[in-house]
């Protein structure tokens, strides 16, 4: 499969841009495609339910779900909006170096940020941590009396679920923006969306067991991968071995990203020792 992005014209049908290419390697996309959105919108939601269970817990569960329900309904508006206007109406060779600079800088950070919590040099990443964090600031909160809407409470529950939701939307955008990206990137949102639901429902007990820090870091050696695989296809470059380039790709950052996690735990132990 040639990698060399031609110029699209903006009649070409959004769903023939999409549609999976013919490479026997497709599937190393697809499969990976579906574990980056699956993870990252999986994490991305999870800090948003950690904010909507606190306004409940704290407050009303009425007030928070209907913040978290208007937030939804805003960001199903902008997925609408955001996926087929960006996706058909951009050229395909600026688009994919778009789609790489965002993954990229995502990504980076993501994995810049594991490392650092690998190496103990940062507090591990925990939902349930933000969720007790939310819940303490709640509570010095005047609540309004019975019957009477607590503004406050919905506030919160909007902004937390909308601002995280953005970020889910951009990823699976961004992931969906390569020829065969869009069915893995729903399907990999879609199941993360049908997880943090259930963790949900059994409330905030399976947030103070997942592995945040370890799943972060993965989320972003997989976006770091997806991004420089992106970039580079828009400006033209040709992988070795076609879509298996991302095989390679995750292992060179997940090698570099070891050694730094090694590099770092033995200066922070002389450290200690000095």
Not at 15 to 29: C, E, H, K, N, T
Not at 70 to 98: E, K, M, N, Q, T
Not at 114 to 126: D, K, M, Q, Y
């Amino acid at each position: 499969m040639g990698l060399t992005a031609p110029h699209v014209s903006l009649s070409v049908p959004y769903v023939s841009r999409l549609a999976p290419p013919g490479s026997s390697l497709a599937d190393v996309a697809f499969v990976l495609t579906l574990i980056g959105a699956m993870l990252a919108c999986g994490l991305e939601m999870l800090e948003a339910l950690a904010i909507v269970l606190a306004v409940g817990i704290t407050r009303r569960f009425r007030d928070s779900l209907i913040g978290a329900t208007g937030a939804a309904l805003a960001l199903a508006a902008l997925a609408v909006v955001l996926g087929p206007v960006l996706i058909s109406r951009v050229p395909l060779a600026p688009l994919r170096v778009l789609i790489g600079a965002f993954l990229l800088l995502f990504g980076l950070e993501w994995l810049r940020k594991g490392v650092l919590r690998l190496a103990h040099l940062r507090s591990p990443s925990s939902s349930f941590k933000e969720f007790v964090e939310e819940q303490e600031e709640l509570e010095g909160l005047e609540l309004p009396p019975p019957g009477r809407p607590d503004w406050a409470g919905r506030t919160i529950a909007f902004k937390g679920v909308l601002l995280e939701g953005i970020e889910v939307i951009l990823i699976v955008t961004a992931l969906g923006a390569r020829p065969g990206g869009l069915a893995p990137a729903l399907i990999g949102g879609g199941v993360a969306l049908i997880a943090v639901i259930v963790v949900g429902l059994v409330l905030h007990a399976p947030l103070s067991r997942l592995p945040e820090t370890h799943l972060k870091y993965t989320v972003g050696i997989v976006l770091s991968t997806f991004g420089v695989f992106f970039a580079a296809e828009g400006l033209g470059v040709s992988w070795p071995l076609s879509d298996a380039a991302l095989l390679y790709l995750a292992a060179a950052f997940f090698l570099i990203s070891q050694l730094q996690i090694r590099l770092l735990t033995r200066e922070r132990a002389a450290v200690a020792t000095a």
